[in-house]
Antibody
Framework: QMQLQESGPGLVKPSETLSLSCTVS????????WSWIRQPAGKGLEWIGH???????TYNPSLKSRVTLSMDTSENRFSLKLTSVTAADTAIYYC??????????????????WGQGTLVTVSS | DIQMTQSPSSLSASVGDRLTITCRAS??????LNWYQQKPGKAPKILIS???TLQSGVPSRFSGSGSGTDFSLTISSLEPEDFATYFC?????????FGQGTKVENK
């Protein structure tokens, strides 16, 4: 069974860079798209972006100028960097796989499975 | 961006109740709509994809309907483990967007 695990600092200072990794076990990241999603405490979910090993990265325009997603297939993990953080970036950050089912000619996607999430607080 | 609006934002219900949560998209998204359940301190869990397809392992009391801009999630008979927050999510266009959530509380 595929499992995802986020890792990285839980506290980041304002104006600095938030860096998180997601290690995938029980399957190869060479297949599928992989996403990051965040959720401020008590609030809704925001899609940050997705990427795949064969190339192709898409970012949420609201974060595009500050976000970089990357992948290390040798380590079976993918990563998120968010620069110039502010208190508004304080959230639980989730990594997830983009699962899919094709019913020609349409492909349906959904997020599954998810990591347990990691809380990142931006504070001095 | 496609805006997803859920209603209600919260509701109180009892075990055995039938309840329906609605989700409206700001433009047509065909059937590219997913439903998730989230319990406190946990990641969201997929319930329904493509508006109507029940995911493996999800109880049959959950069902989804709709297409275009209007969708609904129905729980036919609420069980104790169903008290949670439910989110809809459109996968039609990036940026993928979620509804604000519907919290189902015990009356």
């Amino acid at each position: 069974q595929m499992q995802l695990q986020e890792s990285g600092p839980g506290l980041v200072k304002p104006s600095e860079t938030l860096s998180l990794s997601c290690t995938v076990s029980g399957g190869s990241i060479s297949s599928y798209y992989w996403s990051w999603i965040r959720q401020p405490a008590g609030k809704g979910l925001e899609w940050i972006g997705h990427l795949r090993a064969t190339g192709g990265v898409t970012y949420n325009p609201s974060l595009k100028s500050r976000v970089t997603l990357s992948m290390d297939t040798s380590e079976n993990r993918f990563s998120l960097k968010l620069t110039s953080v502010t208190a508004a970036d304080t959230a639980i950050y989730y990594c997830t796989r983009v699962a899919y089912r094709s019913v020609y000619p349409i492909t349906y996607n959904w997020f599954d499975p998810w990591g347990q999430g990691t809380l990142v607080t931006v504070s001095s | 961006d496609i805006q997803m609006t859920q209603s209600p934002s919260s509701l109180s219900a009892s075990v055995g109740d039938r309840l329906t949560i609605t989700c409206r998209a700001s433009q047509s998204i065909s059937s590219d709509l997913n439903w998730y359940q989230q319990k406190p301190g946990k990641a969201p869990k997929i319930l329904i994809s493509a508006a109507v397809t029940l995911q493996s392992g999800v109880p049959s009391r959950f069902s989804g309907s709709g297409s275009g801009t209007d969708f609904s999630l129905t729980i036919s008979s609420l069980e104790p483990e169903d008290f949670a927050t439910y989110f809809c999510q459109q996968n039609y266009n990036t940026p993928y967007t979620f509804g604000q959530g519907t919290k189902v509380e015990n009356k």
